[in-house]
């Protein structure tokens, strides 16, 4: 799934991204270190794997409507 990087704090490695409906989804360290990524700026594209209700597996917590990010990497073409 792709999405829009919204806020990054480098210190905790944690921030939100904006799906393409606009909807901010959280994420956390451990998704942030297992994409590989040194830092990360509002604005750019990502890919990310969720968890959760509308994602791949079921009963996580995170976003909202119980979508959790557990992979956060730039989005390549």
Do not use: N
Not at 12 to 33: C, E, K, N, Y
Not at 42 to 48: A, K, M, S
Request: avoid cysteine; hydrophobic fraction near 30%; aromatic fraction near 6%.
């Amino acid at each position: 799934m792709q999405a829009t990087a919204y806020t990054y704090d480098p210190e905790t490695r944690s921030g939100q991204v904006l799906l393409d409906d606009g909807t901010p989804v959280p994420f956390d360290a451990p998704a942030f270190d297992k994409g590989g990524l040194r830092l990360l700026r509002p604005g750019q594209r990502v890919r990310i794997e969720v968890e959760g209700e509308g994602g791949s597996e079921g009963g996580s917590e995170g976003g909202k409507d119980g979508r959790r990010i557990t992979l956060v990497t730039l989005q390549t073409f």
